[in-house]
T-cell receptor, first 115, second 112 residues
Framework: DTGVSQDPRHKITKRGQNVTFRCDPISEHNRLYWYRQTLGQGPEFLTYFQNEAQLEKSRLLSDRFSAERPKGSFSTLEIQRTEQGDSAMYLC?????????????FGQGTRLTVV | GENVEQHPSTLSVQEGDSAVIKCTYSDSASNYFPWYKQELGKRPQLIIDIRSNVGEKKDQRIAVTLNKTAKHFSLHITETQPEDSAVYFCAAGGVGNNRLAFGKGNQVVVIP
């Protein structure tokens, strides 16, 4: 499978614990995005990277959230001191930034449940 | 920031009929408008997109129209089939940063 892959697919954690998710984008894609999706809603933008640089963060991204893309390939999203409100599907997407091509392709997502 | 609204929230159509979903956006700077299809428990999949320099784009049974003046765009599915049943999301963004603002989604049900 040469698409965007995310790991783990599901994560159940107790409130207050830290969790980390991984995203592997399509190999030639230089842009990587994190979105969050709750039931009955569309994906909400969290942050994005161009290569290893984090270029934008949403106001939705509290101080408990941190994302990295150290070598411009895979990315991790860490949530510290999880809260029940963090329960959601966390989606990663990637795209190739070149003129006229902005299609973003999504991974299967990591479903987080905070109990 | 950009605000995207979709309507209707749920749409039921008889197999073979057409389905139309409409979206409005708020930011006149947005110039890229993709549509995603999401089946239950699966990833959103890009089905068609349109850029602001064209008014209409078609791909087999799917077409998208864009009215920049009115800031709305629509998805048209013709000859609907049961496998078209899914949630469809519209989105708006700028080519420069590619950050997308999504609507809340439309549940399309195709009745055999």
């Amino acid at each position: 499978d040469t698409g965007v892959s995310q790991d783990p697919r599901h994560k159940i954690t107790k409130r207050g614990q830290n969790v980390t998710f991984r995203c592997d984008p399509i190999s030639e894609h230089n842009r990587l995005y994190w979105y969050r999706q709750t039931l009955g809603q569309g994906p909400e933008f969290l942050t994005y990277f161009q290569n290893e640089a984090q270029l934008e963060k949403s106001r939705l991204l509290s101080d408990r959230f941190s994302a990295e893309r150290p070598k411009g390939s895979f990315s991790t999203l860490e949530i510290q001191r999880t809260e029940q409100g963090d329960s959601a599907m966390y989606l990663c997407a990637s795209s190739l930034s070149r003129q006229g091509a902005t299609e973003a392709f999504f991974g299967q997502g990591t479903r987080l449940t905070v109990v | 920031g950009e605000n995207v609204e979709q309507h209707p929230s749920t749409l039921s159509v008889q197999e073979g009929d057409s389905a139309v979903i409409k979206c409005t956006y708020s930011d006149s700077a947005s110039n890229y408008f993709p549509w995603y299809k999401q089946e239950l428990g699966k990833r959103p999949q890009l089905i068609i997109d349109i850029r602001s320099n064209v008014g209409e784009k078609k791909d087999q049974r799917i077409a998208v129209t864009l009215n920049k003046t009115a800031k709305h765009f629509s998805l048209h599915i013709t000859e609907t089939q049961p496998e078209d049943s899914a949630v469809y999301f519209c989105a708006a963004g700028g080519v420069g940063n590619n950050r997308l603002a999504f609507g809340k989604g439309n549940q399309v049900v195709v009745i055999p």
